[in-house]
């Protein structure tokens, strides 16, 4: 199993500029979700999904969309990249217990927005 | 809202010596895990505590939930170079809508 990758592992963008971060598991997982990761505020959720076609927000949801069309992809699009959103951002995907349920993270994408 | 707060934020310990990390959280959790991030790396589940008062060990870390389960540890004895990273806690809320909430980590370096 390849577990939970993730595309790009880095990526720069202008202001303005939007895009999609691609996450993909093989473990059958139903739970899938999206962390950003900043110095000194540890890990933030951005978006999550109990299964295909349900998302729900989390603690920073704002300047993000998701969508879970399949049960392997929970990609995840910024509208209009903005300098706060230069972070590093983790997809994790568990059993379908969700987070009673060890996170299996992906390798992260730093993106950086100038 | 839940808060999950984790002290210290830095630790250097010479290697050899004792390392413990301590997480808060301002609501009652229902269970706690942690999780390990090595320089560079993604978090690695460690270990999960469900049971008020619980103690675990894994060889040289052992990981306590507080009777009130609103606060655990993580201690490392005799500190090797492989300790190195950051550890996180993240509690587990199941009141309403679940939530998982990160801590903000201790990061732990080895002094050789």
């Known amino acids: 199993n390849a577990g939970v990758t993730q595309t790009p592992k880095f990526q720069v963008l202008k202001t303005g500029q939007s895009m999609t971060l691609q996450c993909a598991q093989d473990m059958n997982h139903e739970y899938m979700s999206w962390y950003r990761q900043d110095p000194g505020m540890g890990l933030r959720l951005i978006h999550y999904?109990?299964?295909?076609?349900?998302?729900d927000q989390g603690e920073v949801p704002n300047g993000y969309n998701v969508s879970r069309s399949t049960t392997e992809d929970f990609p995840l699009r910024l509208l209009s990249a903005a300098p706060s959103q230069t972070s590093v951002y983790f997809c994790?995907?568990?059993?379908?217990?969700?987070?009673?349920?060890?996170?299996?993270f992906g390798p992260g994408t730093r993106l950086t927005v100038t | 809202g839940q808060q999950v707060m984790q002290i210290p934020q830095y630790q250097h310990v010479q290697e050899g010596e004792d390392f413990t990390t301590y997480c808060n959280s301002s609501?009652?959790?229902?269970?706690i895990q942690w999780y390990k991030q090595r320089p560079g790396g993604h978090p690695v589940f460690l270990i999960q505590?469900?049971?008020?008062?619980e103690v675990k060990k894994q060889k040289r870390l052992t990981f306590q939930f507080g009777e009130a389960k609103k606060n655990s540890s993580l201690h490392i004895t005799a500190t090797q170079t492989t300790d190195v990273g950051t550890y996180f806690c993240?509690?587990?809320?199941?009141?309403?809508?679940?939530?998982?909430?990160f801590g903000t980590g201790t990061r732990l370096t080895i002094i050789p």
């Open positions: 993240a509690g587990l809320q199941i009141f309403g809508n679940e939530k998982l909430t």
């Open positions: 994790a995907s568990s059993y379908s217990g969700g987070l009673s349920y060890e996170q299996y």
């Open positions: 609501t009652t959790l229902s269970n």
């Open positions: 999904s109990v299964g295909a076609g349900i998302t």
């Open positions: 505590l469900v049971k008020s008062g």
